[in-house]
């Protein structure tokens, strides 16, 4: 049943990006990266990153999103939830110097001050240089939650019985100096 509704997803998918402002990295760079990106003006409350960087309403960031359907499309062959968890680290990891590389030859890169997402994910983005933060809003997090929570049911392989309570969505930050110092050593090896 998974695999069905994850082959239909596909389809709308593709009508989705192309509807969209997303650029798929993997499109642009030739490799395996999961980031599709576009350009964004936030609109949540002010923030303030671990290294300093200050978040405002209307700054430039990078808006994340990953390739959910070819993620879950390449999870199918894994039925252990813990080996899925790290075969996504694993891709987000070696997809974020693309990203730097991204960020670093923009035309806005003086304005970009770093990268949004958002996600359900609780563990691991810390260790990646992610920083979360909560919506302001209780009526945002409610449709995030919604919406994000099929992903959430088509990615595990079988439900865990502790984990009843749903998982709540979260902003994932990361300055545009955290992710160059982290990740920016892709742009020597491209040159």
């Given at each position: 049943m998974k695999y069905r509704l994850i082959q239909v997803w596909a389809i709308f998918d593709t009508v989705y990006f192309f509807c969209t402002r997303l650029q798929c990295l993997e499109q642009i760079y030739g490799d395996t990266?999961?980031?599709?990106?576009?350009l964004t003006r936030y609109k949540g409350r002010q923030v303030v990153l671990s290294d300093g960087t200050l978040i405002k309403k209307n700054d430039l960031l990078i808006k994340i999103h990953l390739h959910n359907v070819r993620i879950l499309q390449e999870m199918q062959r894994i039925d252990d939830n813990i080996k899925k968890t790290l075969f996504l680290y694993k891709k987000v990891q070696e997809?974020?110097?693309?990203?730097?590389?991204?960020?670093?030859?923009h035309k806005n890169n003086d304005q970009?001050?770093?990268?949004?997402?958002?996600?359900m994910i609780d563990k691991g983005y810390k260790r990646l240089g992610f920083e979360?933060?909560?919506?302001?809003s209780r009526s945002y997090t409610w449709f995030k939650q919604i919406s994000l929570y099929p992903i959430h049911i088509l990615s595990i392989s079988t439900p865990s019985s502790k984990r009843k309570k749903v998982r709540t969505p979260q902003y994932l930050f990361m300055s545009k100096?955290?992710?160059?110092?982290?990740?920016?050593?892709?742009?020597?090896?491209?040159?």
């Open positions: 990266n999961v980031f599709r990106v576009r997809s974020l110097p693309g990203l730097a590389f991204f960020l670093l030859h970009i001050k770093g990268l949004i997402g958002i996600t979360s933060f909560s919506f302001s100096d955290s992710l160059c110092e982290k990740y920016g050593a892709f742009e020597k090896d491209i040159a």
